[in-house]
């Protein structure tokens, strides 16, 4: 396949991998990255003093959106670090306090999280990983037998990063809060997608992240309902209650805060133009791609990811062509960029491996528009049969 021309449409449809700095935010942050306000909230001079304010309002204003309250809110370096103080922080503190040493996670979690429960088994404790069916959705037996075992978290994502599958996140909570367990959800990808607030249910921690939702990277939130529950992973300063030591992110906490209220605001819009975006693409890439499947399909989804299984062609080819015709998308969660193995998401579902292996993911965002759709459909077809191609020939299976 030809390189893109340079008259050619560029097309970004990864803003599930990351969003680009919105305006708002940028004009937000960038009196924090000036040489006036610059000051280091612990300290307690005036400069001190203004950036210890704006860290607070910040707080302030990202709990309301999520229907927390501010002293709630405990800023990281993003979502994999929000994630990891949920899953190991709870769990050392039940070692610490004599509670069972044990975590269960979904099979389908981010490795953010997955990862974090397989430290806890470094450390002696113990993980179960609940099962997830065909259609994405936890097995809540598998759940409830779990969290009968006693359980010091369980940690199920909001919206799976990969196929967009939401999860019952209110139910899940309260059958948790029953066993006495503490209840964690990924929230990367629910903020400003779904309806996503700790009001939702009894909701221990929710970790969110800036750059899906136009903030920059480098900078998140843990909401911590009670901070009893939690242990910290770092040590050196006694910020945030010292859940989380170290001088702040001043202008990414400004910045993180703006783009929640955006996200939080703009939701209704949103929602109904991401879908109307994704049925376009989903429909016109069966019709047009012979023998494409849409995986999890049949359940409730949110409104910003497609993943598609094309059976014959192997994903980092379509990627790679895709990109040569000025197409940006993915195959799955960008933190797993370079793996060999086929997703990890939809092999849990039962996808067999030829088809996990063969899968991209299109998300969308406000930015997207209905020409990305067209772009997307007048390359696709012609880089499948490409694709298709090259892996019969590297397969021995001849020239079809």
């Not at 044990?102 to 470094?122: C, I, M, N, T």
């Not at 299984?309 to 015709?325: F, N, R, T, V, Y």
């Not at 759709?373 to 191609?389: D, G, K, M």
Request: proline share 5%; charged share 20%.
């Amino acid at each position: 396949m030809s390189s893109k021309r340079s008259n050619e449409p560029l097309v970004y449809l990864d803003h599930a991998a990351t969003t680009a700095v919105r305006a708002e935010v940028r004009q937000a942050m960038a009196p924090f990255l000036g040489d006036e306000t610059f000051g280091n909230p612990s300290s307690s001079h005036r400069f001190g003093r203004t950036a210890r304010a704006a860290l607070e309002d910040a707080r302030r204003r990202i709990a309301t959106a999520l229907e927390a309250e501010p002293g709630m809110v405990v800023f990281t370096s993003g979502g994999t670090e929000a994630d990891n103080l949920a899953v190991l922080g709870t769990a050392l503190r039940a070692r610490s306090t004599g509670r069972p040493f044990r975590v269960s996670v979904a099979a389908s979690e981010h490795k953010a999280v997955l990862d974090a429960a397989r430290a806890v088994e470094h450390l002696g404790g113990e993980v179960r990983v609940l099962p997830v069916g065909p259609s994405g959705g936890i097995d809540v037996a598998a759940a409830g037998a779990a969290l009968e075992e006693g359980l010091a978290l369980l940690s199920v994502m909001w919206v799976n990063n990969e196929t967009g599958v939401v999860q019952d996140v209110s139910r899940l909570a309260h059958l948790a809060s029953t066993a006495g367990s503490a209840f964690h959800t990924d929230a990367v990808q629910a903020v400003g997608k779904v309806a996503c607030t700790m009001s939702a249910g009894p909701i221990s921690l929710l970790a969110i992240s800036g750059h899906k939702i136009g903030a920059p990277k480098g900078i998140g939130a843990l909401i911590v309902r009670d901070r009893d529950v939690l242990e910290p992973l770092l040590h050196g300063g006694g910020q945030q209650g010292g859940l989380r030591p170290g001088t702040e992110n001043v202008a990414g906490a400004v910045g993180l805060a703006v783009a929640v209220e955006l996200a939080v605001q703009e939701l209704p819009t949103v929602t109904h133009s991401l879908e109307e975006l994704r049925g376009q693409l989903e429909r016109r890439l069966v019709d047009n791609v012979p023998d494409l499947q849409v995986n999890a399909a049949t359940v409730r989804r949110a409104p910003h990811i497609s993943n598609v299984s094309i059976p014959g062609a192997e994903g980092s080819s379509l990627l790679a062509q895709l990109d040569q015709a000025g197409v940006a998308c993915s195959s799955g969660s960008a933190c797993n960029t370079g793996a060999a193995a086929p997703s990890h998401v939809l092999t849990a579902m039962g996808v067999p491996n030829d088809l996990a292996g063969a899968s991209l993911r299109f998300s969308f965002s406000r930015e997207s528009r209905l020409e990305d759709i067209h772009r997307v459909i007048e390359v696709l077809p012609a880089i499948v049969s490409n694709a298709r191609r090259l892996s019969t020939r590297l397969t021995g299976g001849g020239r079809p």
